[in-house]
């Protein structure tokens, strides 16, 4: 099944169901699928073999993802937050390719040979010039093998890889998580996430597959989501941790809440206890879900649920009450196994890499081998305890390495979170003579911390790890910063925080 099947189903049977509303009104099935068989008739005019997105979020991302499946080719997202010569490097690994580009961002581009350029601005009006492809069908019949989606990696040491999501994984993903029509007519889903991230291209298909309409967020701004959610009366929302955080505090300064949201979903990187037990007794009325995936999975592989949320938040037994801190459990849809590096096996409690296959499972790039035997290693370091709940303890690359002993320092942040004069916080491994690697936290402090000496704090949270941990995973150092490092999905850039701590230390 392709990818665009996904909404002429849904505007052959609802034709009438508004589908989306940004700031130039809402769009219909219909008139959606319409846009989306114009912008594919221009690609197959121009024999394009991308059909490339660069900007904000908006209706053009929704338009372009079905058009470039009814054209035949990947839609390619890509991250305008690159420096210009990045973004320029990139868009040549796409060409000869059609791009919708915000008119911000034309210039960015330059002049590149073999790249057809649409601004976002205008699209309607030029799409009304156009003439639809055939109402069904599209411009190959290749199934669902093909690649639907690129999705180029961080690439933070040399080139970034180009992962590649064929329609089977996508709609794989989408019919063994979603309800076809399912939504209520009442229902809408705000989309702030980066368009060139697996949960934006996933939050399309999900809700157009359910009849849900979405509401766009070009950037997060936590003063504006929260007046969104509120006018917009959105009900279904997903946020990476660090946007919550800023949420709940903004949410401290209005005199209204959220009365429409229904289910708040979040992921991306881990959530610090402290922050969800606040949101949980903020948002009563709110059906939390912590979501577990990667790109090359097509999102979603693990989920902790709203009642297992409330049963951890209640439970005075610690096995279950632990549960908060994990991503849940497998989804039924997919094979989930914990192996050492040699490939073998886990038990429960065992530490050791994540392993997945299954129908949504890709684990391949452009030009690069993908997964064995349909099995995709994440580098993700994780336990499942004996009733299959899935704890997280970092990137197998983040390790470290201190006197032969491998530290995680996902589960020393954990305990340092935990601390009340600690809103923020990241660990990392920098250089040390007699133990090869020391333990380095660099700590976001809470409002009412601000002024304690840090001498005194330092040795206050030292003493508060060590009381949990082994003294081995206790912090040398404590740096304290306004903010953390990090991507517009709040997942932290440790290497950028160990190159800025280590030149605090020579300086």
Not at 460 to 486: A, F, K
Request: hydrophobic share 40%.
């Amino acid at each position: 099944m392709r990818t665009h099947e996904i909404l002429d189903l849904v505007s052959s049977t609802f034709p009438d169901r508004p589908l989306l509303t940004d700031g130039e009104g809402t769009v219909t099935a219909q008139q959606l699928s319409g846009d989306a068989r114009r912008l594919a008739s221009l690609a197959i005019e121009h024999q394009v073999d991308n059909l490339v997105f660069v900007g904000q979020n908006s209706r053009a991302l929704q338009i372009g993802l079905f058009a470039a499946s009814i054209a035949g080719v990947p839609f390619v997202p890509l991250n305008y937050r690159l420096t210009d010569d990045r973004l320029q490097a990139t868009v040549q690994r796409t060409l000869p390719g059609l791009a919708i580009v915000d008119r911000s961002m034309v210039g960015r581009l330059g002049d590149i040979d073999g790249l057809v350029v649409v601004e976002t601005e205008g699209l309607a009006e030029r799409l009304a010039t156009l003439a639809p492809l055939d109402p069904v069908g599209s411009a190959t019949d290749d199934g669902g093998d093909g690649p639907a989606v690129l999705l180029f990696t961080s690439g933070t040491t040399g080139d970034p890889k180009a992962a590649m999501l064929a329609h089977d994984n996508l709609t794989s993903y989408v019919l063994n998580t979603v309800e076809f029509a399912g939504a209520g007519e009442d229902e809408a889903a705000l989309v702030a996430v980066p368009p060139y991230h697996i949960a934006g291209v996933s939050s399309v298909l999900s809700a157009a597959f359910a009849g849900r309409r979405s509401v766009y967020l070009r950037a997060f701004e936590p003063a504006e989501w929260v007046q969104t959610v509120h006018e917009a009366g959105v009900t279904q929302a997903m946020v990476v941790p660090t946007m919550m955080d800023r949420i709940l505090r903004h949410l401290d300064t209005v005199d209204h809440g959220l009365p429409a949201l229904r289910s708040l979903a979040y992921g991306g990187g881990p959530m610090p206890r402290p922050v969800i037990e606040r949101a949980l007794q903020m948002l009563p009325h709110v059906a939390f879900v912590n979501a577990y995936g990667l790109t090359e999975t097509a999102s979603t592989i693990s989920i902790l649920g709203p009642d297992d949320h409330r049963e951890a938040l209640a439970s005075k037994d610690p096995a279950v009450a632990r549960r908060l801190a994990s991503v849940g459990q497998p989804l039924p849809t997919v094979e989930l196994s914990i192996r050492d590096q040699d490939g073998r096996a886990l038990g429960p409690g065992e530490r050791g890499e994540v392993w997945v296959r299954g129908d949504q499972v890709s684990g391949e790039y452009v030009g690069i081998a993908g997964a064995t035997d349909g099995w995709f290693r994440t580098r993700d370091s994780a336990e499942l305890d004996e009733h299959g709940y899935l704890y997280l303890h970092g990137r197998l690359d983040d390790v470290i390495v201190r006197g032969g002993e491998n530290l995680s320092p996902g589960e020393i942040e954990a305990v340092l979170v935990e601390h009340r004069s600690v809103r923020a916080c990241a660990v990392v491994g920098l250089p040390h003579n007699e133990w090869g690697e020391c333990v380095a936290a660099a700590v976001v402090r809470a409002d009412d911390a601000v002024g304690i000496n840090e001498e005194v704090l330092t040795q206050q949270l030292q003493t508060h790890v060590r009381s949990q941990l082994r003294s081995t995973q206790t912090p040398e150092t404590v740096t304290y910063v306004n903010e953390l490092p990090s991507n517009e999905t709040g997942k932290i850039l440790r290497r950028v925080l160990r190159e800025q701590l280590q030149t605090q230390r020579q300086s």
